[in-house]
């Protein structure tokens, strides 16, 4: 089913909002982004590309996104992860796997510039919805495919979650030399971390079609991406091709680096030079340390770092955290007090969701001076806007009512 020639959209560059100025609507006003990911990689990305003002139709099965179950939250279909991650998107649900169901998929796609998919290569090739298909409807597309390992290794179509790659890219191997266990970091690091990559792969491969007209194909791998992000400081000594020192930052691979208890509660301070530590330990009442080589040189400090780190904590628990932060700021010492999630919760402004009622918003952290990012959409129920999406690009009433009657389009 094909949308009517007479109604179909022009394709230079459509835009659903009624008034695609970026000084109001930010600076991605005016980009349409085809979102068909999942869980929390492809949907952080396409986020962050709507909150910088683009139009962004994310789209899901009948059942709805799994992020949208992640989690508890205050409405069956929208987790309080999907009341951020899926704000400034349009949901259509489709049936990917029908004929009419790719060919709607396909129309949508012929009136987007961006499509940003995180499929492995196999399942993209079965649905008929990879590059080639694609370009084949919009030829100046900027087509992102994001999954595990690259498309041409033999791991191309192995599942791969956030923790899989972190095992995959030594981030377990990091605790492991702290003398601990492997372990994960508690944060979905890795699906974030790509998912920035993508934004900015993307944002990088528009810039070069508005100077050429030509549009790409785009791969990330999510195993390149988090060994280039843990290589970054820990490749340290052992990057040169012979190795003059084992791999990993020292200063960063102790366990004593972590929030320091003072009298009456938790800080964090980083003593980054001689005059922080000799101010530290003289505050502290430990003349003895003052003098101490270990703090001498840059070199000295990071090679000391995890009996340094420990001696200041020693000091800290004699004051309370009020104190230390008014002391480190008199002496520029680096300083914070050691913050919990509900407090950083409770510092989130509060906005109403249509259904869900009010919830706490996670502002967009981009802050623009002539074209500022914002929320203009809350997050949408499984399919709300199907009918908007297909009535825009030519399909008459009765061809959406026959897709929904036949369960190739799902209704909200």
């Known amino acids: 089913m094909t949308p009517d020639d007479s109604a179909h959209p022009e394709r230079d560059r459509p835009s659903t909002e009624s008034n695609p100025d970026t000084k109001t ?86 009136t987007c510039d961006v499509m940003i998919t995180d499929l492995r290569p196999g399942p993209l090739s079965r649905l008929g919805l990879h590059y080639e298909a694609v370009r084949e409807v919009r030829d100046d597309i900027v087509f992102c495919r994001a999954h595990g390992y690259p ?31 492997p372990s994960l970091l508690p944060s979905l690091v890795a699906d974030k971390v790509c998912g920035l990559t993508i934004a900015n792969a993307v944002l990088a491969a528009l810039y070069h079609r508005s100077l050429t007209g030509e549009g790409q194909c785009i791969e990330i791998p999510m195993i390149d991406v988090m060994r280039a992000f843990v290589l970054t400081e820990h490749g340290s000594g052992a990057i040169s091709e012979s190795p003059v ?41 430990r003349l003895d340390l003052a003098t101490d080589e270990r703090f001498a040189t840059p070199i000295e400090r990071v090679v000391h770092s995890d009996s340094l780190y420990r001696d200041a904590t020693t000091v800290l628990s004699q004051r309370t955290t009020v104190d230390w932060l008014e002391f480190c700021e008199a002496h520029g010492i680096p300083a914070t007090e050691a913050t919990t999630l509900d407090e950083l ?42 009918r908007e999406i297909l009535s825009e690009i030519g399909y008459h009433a009765t061809s959406i009512d026959e897709l929904e009657a036949e369960g190739i389009l799902a209704s909200p």
């Not at 020292?250 to 030079?273: C, F, H, M, S, V």
Request: proline share 8%; aromatic share 6%.
């Open 151 to 181: 498309s041409s290794s033999a791991q191309a179509n192995a599942p791969a979650y956030d923790d899989i790659i972190q095992s995959a890219s030594g981030v377990g191997d990091l605790f492991r030399r702290m003398g601990a266990e």
């Open 245 to 285: 020192a084992d791999a990993g930052y020292a200063r960063i691979l102790t366990p004593e680096r972590k929030p320091q208890p003072t009298a009456d509660g938790w800080i964090n301070i980083l003593p980054y030079d001689q005059a922080h530590y000799v101010a530290l330990f003289e505050a502290g009442g």
């Open 345 to 386: 919760i409770e510092q989130l402004p509060v906005d109403e969701h249509p259904v869900a009622g009010p919830y706490r918003v996670i502002p967009p952290p981009e802050q623009f001076s002539e074209t500022p990012a914002g929320i203009r959409r809350p997050a949408p129920g499984i399919g709300e806007h199907g």
């Open 25 to 110: 609507h930010g600076p991605l006003a005016g980009v349409r982004v085809l979102d068909l990911s999942s869980v929390l990689m492809g949907p952080a990305a396409t986020r962050m590309l709507g909150d910088l003002g683009a139009d962004v139709i994310f789209v899901e099965s009948e059942k709805g996104d799994r992020n949208r179950t992640m989690g508890s939250g205050p409405a069956e279909e929208l987790s309080g992860i999907s009341l951020n991650l899926l704000r400034n998107k349009r949901s259509i649900a489709i049936d990917l796997k029908h004929h009419r169901g790719r060919q709607a998929f396909l129309d949508i796609a012929s």
